[in-house]
């Protein structure tokens, strides 16, 4: 956004295509990557396999018949899939919300001048207290708390409102001090420089300052997502059922682990494209990198 | 419910009566040589004593008292039945989902308010039952839900259980709400929501129910019990010849008449407590 056109780096034939790894193949080197992984996994499957426990712990965890129950749920257990939605809108709505109250508290947290010192102590004491209180707590807190006090429309939220509050406090915290390193990595001589074009202070920073920052940290801003994905199943304790909490059910009932199998596939299927995409970022980012030095 | 396991030991219980002498050899007496349930010849986990696993808190009138020698009802039936195996008792903590964990267990047997079902019984041992429940619903007086009489008038009000309790199962298989029902990680978690109103009702045993009302929950009242003919069992690692020395102490202190008395001392208050038709 702040690049003159053609400042955009282009990635260029060699070093584009130049990936980690991809030096050593050859004909010999794929056929020693597959048999040292072939060997890899067959040694950890065969001390699994051979373990004296090891048909307890498949029936108790893998035995299809649990799997398939669990995952759409019977007369007396809710489906494990069903639950996973509500974890999934908590995450996609908490998700919008970090993004927005972390940008303004790194902000204020950059505000120079005494006269804003106040503001400046609220966003280091905000970040401060909520990436030092573990979340359970703070969804204790918020749920249990504020229905408590009998206040008129903050007493009388539902329990996913009051969870998804939660994650919102606690990771807009950590998320704050992501965007602070961002906004921190684009050097001053880039603010001195659009404030001598006659940009405002918060010009430069929104037309100079955040477009870079905000590219430079997306990458730990995904990270720090696939955390908030699993941490979703923490809002069980307030009394909503998610697919954590879908699993415990089950598990209770039938006495059988295979329901938290379940959940942990449905977290997996939706964090490891988010996680793979984070890398390709990453690579991305680090093709640039490299190109804008040989410039 | 159907599922649920209905053991004909219950009716002794019920009657009072006593029945013929077991025939099993595991009398606590005078056990000969071959006696298997003998002191020295069981295999306990610690040697020499009988380790019983519960979970922490542990709640009246269930357990009182301190972890190192529990009383409450099932904290003296424990102790009794150790006495009968003339085994030292020593309590350890065990989480309910840990229950039923695969592999080695640290504990001889554990108590803690386990319903016996089918389903569970293919992943564990259970003892004989030792004591019948009933469910029961709890809610704040002057509420909506307080003027229900029978179960067909609680299906549109909102219900909370402790999660992995067969109150939950009782929600959904025989109240069947409207509304889905919370689920909490602990009882003192669904009373919070209770007190909170964040639900209408919360359901668990007969007997914690009353012990809320009475202790816990101000201007709290017990709608009613439902009966489900469920037992509450102790759990064994499935195969452990152990439950038959521990069944066999069951069966006499049931035929002479010291489960029924320690169910008057510790539960008797908590048991009288209209039935929801």
């Known amino acids: ?295 | 419910m159907r599922k649920l396991l209905v053991l004909t030991a219950s009716l002794v219980l019920l009657a009072g009566c006593a029945e013929e002498p077991s025939n099993q050899p595991s009398s606590s007496g005078g056990g000969g040589d071959k006696d298997p349930c003998a002191a020295k010849s069981l295999s306990t986990v610690a040697k020499g004593t009988l380790t019983v696993g519960t979970d922490r808190p542990a709640f009246e009138p269930w357990f009182k008292g301190s972890p190192k020698a529990y009383s409450g009802y099932e904290g003296e039936v424990a102790t009794e039945v150790a006495k009968r195996l003339k085994l030292p008792i020593k309590w350890v903590v065990e989480p309910f989902n840990k229950a039923y964990a695969p592999g080695p267990k640290d504990w001889d047997f554990d108590i803690n308010q386990i319903t016996i079902t089918e389903e569970r019984e293919r992943a564990v041992d259970f003892s004989d039952g030792y004591f019948e429940n009933n469910q029961g619903v709890l809610a704040l007086e002057g509420t909506p839900v307080a003027e229900a009489k029978s179960i067909s008038d609680l299906e549109d009000y909102q219900f909370g259980a402790q999660v992995g309790t067969t109150s939950l199962a009782f929600i959904n298989s025989t109240i069947q709400p409207t509304a889905e029902a919370k689920v909490f990680d602990t009882t003192n978690d669904a009373v919070s929501a209770l007190k909170n109103s964040q639900i209408d009702a919360l359901v668990t045993d007969v007997v914690t129910t009353v012990y809320l009302r009475d202790f816990v929950v101000k201007k709290s009242l017990v709608l009613g019990q439902y009966p489900k003919t469920e037992q509450f069992g102790m759990v064994f690692e499935e195969d452990n010849p152990l439950v038959e020395c521990v069944n066999g102490a069951l069966q006499k202190m049931k035929s002479d008449g010291t489960l029924e008395k320690l169910e008057q001392k510790f539960l008797q208050q908590y048991l009288e407590v209209p039935t929801l038709e």
Not at chain 1, 115 to 142: E, H, K, S
Not at chain 1, 267 to 286: K, M
């Open chain 1, 1 to 295: 956004m702040g690049f003159p056109p053609g400042a955009e780096p282009v990635p260029s034939g060699p070093s584009g295509s130049r990936g980690r790894g991809s030096r050593m193949i050859g004909g010999r080197g794929i056929l020693i990557s597959s048999a040292s992984t072939i060997i890899f996994f067959a040694v950890i499957a065969l001390a699994v396999a051979l373990a004296p426990g090891s048909s307890l712990v498949a029936e108790r965890f893998f035995d299809p018949y649990h799997l398939n129950r669990s995952l759409f749920g019977t007369v007396t257990t809710p489906s494990v899939v069903g639950a996973f939605v509500l974890n999934i809108k908590m995450f996609l709505i908490a998700e919008v919300f970090i993004l927005i109250l972390a940008l303004v508290v790194a902000i204020v947290r950059g505000i120079p001048g005494p006269v804003f010192f106040p503001f400046r102590a609220v966003a280091v004491g905000y970040t401060d207290l909520f990436r030092g209180v573990p979340l359970i707590l703070v969804l204790y807190i918020i749920g249990f708390g504020l229905p408590g006090l009998g206040l008129k429309f903050f007493s009388s939220q539902s329990e996913v409102t009051y969870g998804v509050v939660a994650l919102v406090l606690v990771y807009s915290a950590y998320v704050a001090e992501v965007y602070r390193a961002g906004i921190d990595s684009v050097h001053e001589s880039q603010t001195a420089a659009a404030r001598s074009l006659g940009l405002s202070r918060w010009q430069a920073m929104r037309f100079v300052v955040l477009p870079q920052a905000v590219r430079r940290v997306i990458p730990p801003l995904l990270n720090d997502f696939i955390g908030l994905q699993k941490d979703t199943a923490l809002i069980s304790v307030l009394g909503p059922i998610e697919a954590a909490r879908a699993a415990n059910i089950y598990a209770a009932e039938q006495f059988n682990y295979g329901s938290f199998v379940i959940a942990a596939f449905l977290f997996i299927i939706v964090t490891i494209p988010l996680a793979r995409f984070t890398d390709r970022l990453i690579e991305r980012d680090q093709r640039r990198r490299r190109a804008g030095a040989a410039l």
